[in-house]
């Protein structure tokens, strides 16, 4: 049995914290917080938004994602755009708001075309910007390859994503502050069987990256060894 852990943000996921600083050394930050994944066998998605990779970028993720798969997470993860603030957006549909079925379905197809060579890309998984999507998204995406489109209750709950007609998509969904949450705390809410979510560009601030997400992987090795035995 294998626990599927998200992550976020390739390049980024954070537009003034990137530019501020993250920028100069972004690829080194990721590549600590995959390495404890690798190192042990976690399974994992790494949500990447491909209109806005930098140079070199596809040569990273073909170096350092191994064990675990790039998923797409929207196209430009509404960067493109200028918000009063960034939740202005959210109910709407964050990336997708204001855009068409056509729209969001040429961008769905470019990102796809630009991470396909990947061996690690895996298209049944989409993780949406801001966990937030429309109904026009929805039905963009009804006959590509996704089957999962990862969400979080927050955003789920607040915007009525659950009325939504998901034309049979299933949705993982990950609990604020609970599962998807700082690693440290994370950690502690293990047993919490939804789906966990970390962001990279967070938890790379004022903590060390690495170990906090060794701590976690070394968690969830623990958890599934303990299950396997149980089930000899």
């Not at 197809?109 to 929805?138: A, M, R, V």
């Amino acid at each position: 049995m294998s626990r599927l852990i998200r992550i976020d943000d390739f390049p980024h996921g954070d537009k003034t914290l990137f530019y501020a600083s993250h920028n100069k050394d972004y690829k080194a930050r990721v590549e600590y917080a995959l390495m404890p994944f690798e190192e042990h066998g976690i399974d994992y998605i790494l949500g990447v938004s491909p209109g806005i990779l930098n140079d070199g970028d596809i040569d990273f993720l073909l170096d350092n994602v191994k064990t675990g798969r790039v998923v797409l997470h929207g196209y430009t993860h509404g960067w493109e755009r200028e918000w009063g603030r960034i939740t202005d957006c959210w109910r709407e549909g964050g990336e997708f708001e204001g855009q068409s079925i056509e729209e969001i379905k040429d961008n769905y197809w470019k990102g796809y075309d630009e991470l396909k060579g990947l061996p690690s890309f895996d298209p049944e998984h989409y993780i949406p910007p801001f966990n937030c999507y429309s109904q026009n998204f929805l039905d963009a995406i009804k006959d590509t390859p996704v089957v999962y489109i990862h969400t979080c209750d927050k955003e789920y709950d607040s915007y009525g994503l659950k009325e939504l007609n998901t034309h049979g998509k299933k949705v993982v969904i990950s609990k604020y502050r609970s599962t998807y949450d700082y690693a440290h705390a994370v950690t502690n809410r293990i047993n919490d069987k939804s789906q966990i979510c970390l962001h990279w560009i967070y938890d790379s601030i004022g903590r060390n990256l690495y170990e906090d997400y060794k701590t976690l992987a070394l968690e969830i090795k623990k958890m599934k060894e303990e299950l396997n035995e149980k089930l000899k």
